[in-house]
């Protein structure tokens, strides 16, 4: 009896052990429409804040002033080893402004062992407009996108954060966003994990098979070629606009098409992957069409939702959890291998039917639940945004040197998938116009090039020319003979330059 009562408290010991060790270790908490922060320790002594993980923006800007809504902020005087340069930055977002001071100081991330403390270039917020949400808990944030979309000031550039670590580690990095959103219908707060990564081990492994190139390198721009609307019977709703459109390839007896003038409308301003937005933004004929089939799938499944919550953003609130059984949403993305193939990644209604609130009222009278949730699809004018509820779900890693995206489906989070890759007879670079016309101003730069470039010619010819009889008279001259000399190091710099 004894023995058998050991081997169950060492059976017993070990499963915890075993379930401590292979625990989720979340390092990226938000709560509902408020993105994902991370902890941050700025200065000496170091001063703990969380910070919101932005691929919309390249700086790295905190609070330095206390607000109505929250007291903590980064205090300067309290850093030793804080370098101000005087100098004033700005920022502006799609939603909200702020203007602070360019200081450098020390940064580091708790809950990145692997990355070294460094010195980099941080904003420090003055004043702001709209910036921080109420009862935001964060402090500002991270930017992880290229340089030109940084704060800017007069004869000032802004470094980020990641090209200063790439600098430290002389060598690329990239990083890893793991969404997994809300744990349970019963809570509101989201979980997600960021790693950052040695671009050598990410030339084109296969756990990222699926891959969608970033067409420019300012925002991270990617090929949007059309939004479509899965119903759960696996065939596909057509949303698109009326125009020429390509059968490409049948899957579960459905036929997929990439309608031309859809992808040119998705990308006509630009197509982002922007995990400091929270919901799908895209152009304002398609979100119309989109939600029209939504709101006709939930009136079928009768799910009495009003329009409000549609088309206004409304949230609507039921005493239960919703299981939704709404449609999926398909995106199809530009593939990375050719350019003339794409795929396709699913979210489930899990995604865009996003919880905003659970809790539970205690009355006298007993419990009143409540539990509300929000559309997380919005209009955007000319521009698509694939925000955080795009990338629920999913495993994406952005590789800033190489160029490209990938997505994995996740271990957490809603069930998602991806399908394809497909191919087309002709390239959806041309198709859909993404590759980026040069402007008037770069045109015209190019003919003034070229004419310097004649009127240069022309003036060599007529030195050439006015030259020729002192030439010709220094060849005939002979000259002396001299002992051979090396050129020096400096010589060979200037040559060369």
Same mark, same amino acid.
């Given at each position: 009896?004894?023995?058998?009562?050991?081997?169950? #408290?060492?059976?017993?010991?070990?499963?915890?052990?075993?379930?401590?060790?292979?625990?989720?270790?979340?390092?990226?908490?938000?709560?509902?429409?408020?993105?994902?922060?991370?902890?941050?320790? %700025?200065?000496?002594?170091?001063?703990?804040? +969380?910070?919101?993980?932005?691929?919309?923006?390249? *700086?790295?800007?905190?609070?330095?002033?206390?607000?109505?809504?929250?007291?903590?902020?980064?205090?300067?005087?309290?850093?030793?080893?804080?370098?101000?340069?005087?100098? &004033?930055?700005?920022?502006?977002?799609?939603?909200?402004?702020?203007?602070?001071?360019?200081?450098?100081?020390?940064?580091?991330?708790?809950?990145?062992?692997?990355?070294?403390?460094?010195?980099?270039?941080?904003?420090?917020?003055?004043?702001?407009?709209?910036?921080?949400?109420?009862?935001?808990?964060?402090?500002?944030?991270?930017? @992880?996108?290229?340089?030109?979309?940084?704060?800017?000031?007069?004869?000032?550039?802004?470094?980020?954060?990641?090209? $200063?670590?790439?600098?430290?580690?002389?060598?690329?990095? $990239?990083?890893?966003?793991?969404?997994?959103?809300?744990?349970?219908?019963?809570?509101?707060?989201?979980?997600?994990?960021?790693?950052?990564?040695?671009?050598?081990?990410? *030339?084109?492994?296969?756990?990222?098979?699926?891959?969608?190139?970033?067409?420019?390198?300012?925002?991270?721009?990617?090929?949007?070629?059309?939004?479509?609307?899965?119903?759960?019977?696996?065939?596909?709703?057509? %949303?698109?606009?009326?125009?020429?459109?390509?059968?490409?390839?049948?899957?579960?007896?459905?036929?997929?098409?990439?309608?031309? /003038?859809?992808?040119?409308?998705?990308?006509?301003?630009?197509?982002?992957?922007? $995990?400091?937005?929270?919901? #799908?933004?895209?152009? /304002?004929?398609?979100?119309?069409?989109?939600?029209?089939?939504?709101?006709?799938?939930?009136?079928?499944?009768?799910?009495?939702?009003?329009?409000?919550?549609?088309?206004?953003?409304?949230?609507?609130?039921?005493?239960?959890?919703?299981?939704?059984?709404?449609?999926?949403?398909?995106?199809?993305?530009? /593939?990375?291998?050719?350019?003339?193939?794409?795929?396709?990644?699913?979210?489930?209604?899990?995604?865009?039917?996003?919880?905003?609130?659970?809790?539970? +009222?205690?009355?006298?009278?007993?419990?009143?639940?409540?539990?509300?949730?929000?559309?997380?699809?919005?209009?955007?004018?000319?521009?698509? %945004?694939?925000?955080?509820?795009?990338?629920?779900?999913?495993?994406?890693?952005?590789?800033?040197?190489?160029?490209?995206?990938?997505?994995?489906?996740?271990?957490?989070?809603? &069930?998602?998938?991806?399908?394809?890759?497909?191919?087309?007879?002709?390239?959806?670079?041309?198709?859909?116009?993404?590759?980026?016309?040069?402007?008037?101003?770069?045109?015209? #730069?190019?003919?003034?090039?070229?004419?310097?470039?004649?009127?240069?010619?022309?003036?060599?010819?007529?030195?050439?020319?006015?030259?020729?009889?002192? #030439?010709?008279?220094?060849?005939?001259?002979?000259?002396?003979?001299?002992?051979?000399?090396?050129?020096?190091?400096?010589? @060979?710099?200037?040559?060369?330059?």
């Amino acid at each position: 009896m004894f023995y058998i009562t050991s081997i169950f #408290i060492v059976q017993l010991i070990l499963l915890l052990v075993l379930k401590k060790t292979c625990a989720e270790n979340y390092n990226l908490f938000g709560e509902a429409g408020q993105a994902y922060s991370i902890e941050i320790s %700025v200065g000496h002594p170091g001063q703990k804040l +969380n910070v919101i993980v932005d691929t919309g923006s390249a *700086t790295l800007a905190i609070a330095s002033y206390p607000r109505l809504d929250n007291d903590k902020y980064f205090e300067l005087r309290n850093s030793s080893s804080i370098y101000e340069s005087g100098k &004033e930055v700005q920022a502006k977002y799609s939603q909200g402004t702020w203007v602070g001071k360019l200081v450098s100081d020390y940064v580091y991330f708790p809950s990145l062992p692997s990355i070294p403390e460094i010195r980099c270039d941080v904003a420090l917020i003055t004043k702001s407009h709209k910036f921080f949400m109420n009862g935001s808990g964060w402090q500002g944030l991270l930017g @992880l996108a290229y340089l030109p979309v940084g704060a800017w000031g007069d004869n000032v550039i802004v470094g980020s954060w990641l090209d $200063s670590v790439d600098h430290m580690l002389k060598k690329p990095m $990239s990083f890893e966003l793991k969404l997994c959103g809300v744990q349970g219908v019963t809570n509101a707060t989201h979980y997600g994990n960021l790693r950052i990564l040695d671009d050598q081990s990410l *030339t084109k492994e296969e756990s990222y098979a699926f891959r969608t190139p970033i067409l420019r390198k300012r925002w991270f721009v990617v090929g949007v070629l059309s939004i479509r609307v899965v119903s759960t019977a696996s065939h596909t709703t057509s %949303v698109a606009l009326k125009s020429k459109t390509e059968n490409i390839s049948e899957t579960q007896n459905k036929t997929v098409k990439i309608d031309d /003038d859809m992808c040119q409308r998705l990308n006509e301003q630009k197509s982002i992957v922007d $995990s400091g937005t929270t919901n #799908i933004r895209f152009p /304002d004929e398609l979100f119309g069409q989109v939600v029209k089939e939504l709101r006709n799938a939930a009136q079928t499944s009768n799910v009495l939702i009003l329009d409000d919550f549609w088309y206004h953003g409304e949230a609507a609130c039921w005493p239960e959890p919703q299981q939704w059984s709404l449609p999926r949403l398909a995106i199809d993305l530009l /593939d990375a291998d050719a350019e003339n193939q794409y795929f396709t990644i699913e979210i489930p209604p899990q995604n865009y039917m996003r919880v905003v609130s659970a809790r539970n +009222n205690s009355r006298e009278s007993g419990t009143v639940s409540e539990f509300c949730y929000k559309l997380g699809l919005e209009a955007g004018g000319k521009e698509t %945004v694939l925000g955080y509820t795009a990338m629920e779900g999913f495993k994406v890693v952005f590789n800033r040197s190489a160029g490209w995206i990938g997505f994995q489906t996740s271990n957490c989070g809603p &069930e998602t998938s991806i399908h394809g890759p497909y191919n087309t007879s002709s390239s959806l670079l041309v198709r859909c116009k993404l590759i980026e016309p040069i402007s008037d101003a770069a045109i015209s #730069i190019k003919a003034a090039q070229w004419t310097l470039f004649v009127i240069s010619m022309v003036a060599l010819a007529v030195l050439v020319y006015l030259l020729a009889p002192c #030439i010709k008279m220094l060849i005939m001259k002979p000259l002396p003979r001299s002992q051979q000399i090396s050129l020096s190091q400096a010589a @060979l710099v200037t040559q060369e330059a």
